[in-house]
């Protein structure tokens, strides 16, 4: 029979490894045996340090409310989605409520439609009444083949934000632009070569010719867009061809538009332009208004707002640009608790007026509109009430259609439209192109998987 | 080292069996985080995946497709070109810097060596963040100092110049630290070679030929080799400075595009084939590598 006497001096290797054995094995107890506090627990997933920072303030409220619940508010950053990816995949592990933001979903919605990791809210939605309190078109992005996986956190509607120092300089005045052509005629003025070195020195707009965001804004602006409500590829229609060649020619034919300096509107070269002067205007979302704020708090007063230029008088003077949803995924265990935490994050009107003063974004919910707030004078437009402006474009957002292959669609739109930009391709040759390699790569997999 | 034989039947078993739990816990960790994953993924690669469910096999579908693709083409070219661009700019460059702080007239040798090794303890997200300023077109320091260029360099808005900025941000970030390597290799180097080579009547450089590099031979192969395997692995600092391998793709890497269609377009199969064919043409670079530097010869 196997005598278990275990005493340091018969111990192999001695007193020291003997201890550090013991004290492993207690600790690891420690760590395991460990008791989390008691009563039902809430995983809430997120990727935006801004969103944490409002719901740090907001979930304690919640669990005072509804002291039998514990909510872990986790701030994953930027590998969230990536995260949540290998949870749904792995059927283990993803939270219970997550927010996942507007170009990721797509990779979220392939598969059969009953396979997709997140519960559909529209029954909840539609027997709360809730679809009529929010602004409609901004469920487009969160819904694919009827179903809603999740609410809109935001709007984003997008302004035309200039210098009106500058454009009054070369003698424009932009509260008088109401179309695209107005545009072109003031930007031909206020572009110009001030030092007469024959390099223009300040240009009239600002456009991002490597990716899709100012492109797809245009297009969305007009009713258009990559993939229609079926889900049908129209990025090759007449409508997407002539915005491609009006965006192009913003560079090429009338030389008002300068590219993005740097990689993206958010980079330091285009802040440092901005302030040189070298920028006069650029489309930009309420978010937007909120990241020139943290990081160019000293061009404060310089800027003002219009609706963006129209397609046609009296046309719709705004588009969108990104967007964030909340969504109960199928591992959540009680789906009821999670919409009660939904519903006191995104349809509580005291703390989506909190989230615009602190974040600048305009909620979906039109009965936090009238709030006060939104018609306040804001000091870095000079005092122009900004929120009063988004707010009045807000009901004509266009819709957005989702499609499980934006994320392949977005990639190949980049390169077509910096082909098109560099004049490597034509318009029409860069988008029938892509149109087509798109419908190749659905009807490969409709072939293999038929029509999921 | 001690053995020590006690009368405890229990400690005399455990003395049997100790050699293999201490070895187990590699070999389990191994098991689980390896092996599982590497056959996990060569099965994966032989499927076509679809959401998080639903998989078809495929056979060497993914295969077929994946050479028949232009964007993976592409992006084998790019990492060509940077692996290329190490092995003949950042590793020479830090060679060079090696034998600068490894001569006797250099002055503040411990000051420099830090210096030129700092780069690398910077992480590669901070450098392509700082490196995107240094090449921005207009305001860019790159630009704006050295106007020999002659005219606005669009550094990584124009195809053309992506990866060449890419290079150029790899040596400043790696150099120092493979010229830590070389530095270790000649001090290793007895000096009785150079006596020798002096008498001889060699001079610098037939010394630098005739002894220094041959007795260098093993570091440089190490780190050739690894320096090459890092370089066909490049992915985060492309991504961070072109934004995702913007524009045109200009910037794409094999790992970059693997990561795209694992992570962003959810082709999991897809990208299970090029993890694959990125191990395969490892492996074969670093035995061509290793055999042309000679170090399967027996001396």
């Not at chain 1, 539609?126 to 409609?136: F, P």
């Not at chain 1, 991002?208 to 009713?223: A, H, I, K, P, V």
């Not at chain 1, 070269?269 to 978010?287: E, H, R, T, V």
């Amino acid at each position: 029979m196997l005598r278990l006497s275990i005493d340091a001096e018969s111990f192999p290797l001695g007193k020291g490894p003997m201890v550090m054995l013991v004290l492993f094995l207690i600790s690891t107890l420690f760590i395991f045996g460990h008791s989390e506090e008691q009563g039902e627990d809430l995983e809430f997933w997120i990727f935006a340090n801004t969103h944490y920072e409002e719901y740090q303030a907001r979930v304690p409220l919640f669990e005072a409310e509804n002291p039998a619940v514990n909510v872990r508010l986790i701030n994953f950053g930027g590998t969230m989605h990536d995260k949540l990816l290998a949870a749904m995949l792995s059927n283990f592990g993803a939270p219970d409520l997550v927010e996942v933001e507007i170009t990721s979903i797509g990779r979220f919605l392939k598969g059969a439609i009953d396979e997709i990791g997140f519960v559909d809210l529209r029954p909840r939605l539609e027997s709360e009444g809730w679809m009529d309190k929010l602004v409609v078109s901004r469920f487009t992005p969160w819904s694919y083949r009827g179903r809603i996986f999740g609410v809109p956190h935001d709007l984003h509607p997008v302004v035309l934000l200039y210098r009106d120092d500058l454009f009054k300089a070369a003698g424009v005045e932009m509260t008088a632009v109401k179309t695209w052509d107005d545009f072109i005629a003031a930007g031909k003025k206020a572009t110009r070569d001030l030092d007469g070195d024959g390099k223009i020195d300040q240009y009239a707009i600002v456009l991002d010719r490597r990716t899709e965001s100012d492109y797809f804004s245009l297009l969305l602006q007009q009713g258009g867009g990559f993939f229609d409500e079926d889900g049908n590829v129209i990025i090759d229609s007449e409508l997407a061809i002539k915005t491609l060649e009006f965006f192009t020619a913003l560079f090429n034919e009338h030389e008002i538009a300068t590219p993005v300096y740097g990689t993206w509107h958010g980079d330091p070269s285009n802040f440092a332009a901005m302030q040189d002067g070298k920028i006069l205007s650029i489309l930009a979302p309420d978010w937007y208004v909120g990241i020139l704020k943290s990081q160019v708090p000293q061009m404060s007063g310089k800027w003002k707002a219009i609706g963006m230029p129209a397609w046609q008088p009296e046309g719709r003077r705004t588009t969108t640009r990104g967007g964030t949803m909340i969504g109960i995924t199928k591992q959540c265990k009680n789906p009821d608790r999670a919409w009660e935490l939904l519903k006191f994050t995104y349809f509580d009107r005291s703390g989506l007026v909190n989230r615009y003063e602190t974040t600048r974004i305009i909620p979906p919910l039109k009965a936090a509109w009238d709030a006060p707030i939104f018609r306040e004078p804001d000091v870095y437009l000079g005092g122009q009430p900004l929120g009063e402006l988004f707010i009045e474009l807000a009901p004509d957002l266009p819709a957005r259609y989702q499609n499980p292959y934006w994320s392949e669609a977005a990639d190949l739109l980049n390169d077509a439209i910096f082909a098109a930009v560099t004049e490597k391709q034509t318009p029409r040759e860069a988008l029938t192109e892509l149109a087509e390699k798109v419908r190749t790569l659905i009807a490969k997999d409709m072939g293999r998987w038929g029509d999921m | 080292m001690r053995s020590k034989r006690t009368t405890n039947p229990f400690w005399n078993r455990q003395q049997k069996i100790a050699p293999y739990l201490f070895i187990a816990p590699f070999y389990l960790l191994f098991v689980v985080f390896m092996g599982y994953p590497l056959i996990s993924s060569l099965v994966m690669s032989l499927y076509e995946m679809r959401g998080f469910q639903s998989r078809i096999f495929v056979g060497l579908g993914n295969f077929t497709d994946l050479f028949r693709d232009p964007i993976f083409w592409k992006s084998l070219r790019n990492t060509a070109y940077f692996a290329i661009g190490t092995l003949t700019l950042q590793l020479p460059i830090a060679l060079l810097l090696a034998i600068l702080l490894n001569s006797k007239f250099v002055k503040g040798k411990n000051v420099l060596r830090l210096a030129f090794f700092a780069p690398v303890l910077v992480a590669g997200v901070f450098v392509a963040i700082i490196f995107n300023l240094v090449y921005d077109q207009r305001a860019g320091l790159v630009n704006q100092e050295f106007v020999l260029f002659g005219k606005e360099i669009g550094w990584l808005n124009e195809e053309k110049y992506v990866m060449p900025a890419v290079i150029l941000t790899g040596v400043w970030q790696w150099a120092g630290f493979n010229m830590i390597y070389f530095l270790a290799g000649l001090q290793g180097i007895r000096q009785e070679l150079y006596e020798a080579a002096a008498v001889d009547g060699a001079n610098w450089w037939q010394a630098f030929i005739h002894v220094t590099l041959p007795s260098l031979r093993p570091v440089i192969a190490f780190v050739f080799v690894v320096s090459m395997i890092g370089s066909l692995q490049l992915f985060d600092l492309p991504f961070i400075l072109t934004n995702g391998g913007e524009p045109a793709d200009a910037g794409s890497t094999i790992v970059m595009y693997l990561y795209k269609n694992g992570f962003q377009f959810m082709r999991l199969g897809y990208a299970a084939t090029i993890g694959w064919v990125l191990f395969f043409i490892i492996a074969i670079v670093s035995i061509v590598q290793l055999k042309l530097l000679g170090i399967f010869r027996e001396e």
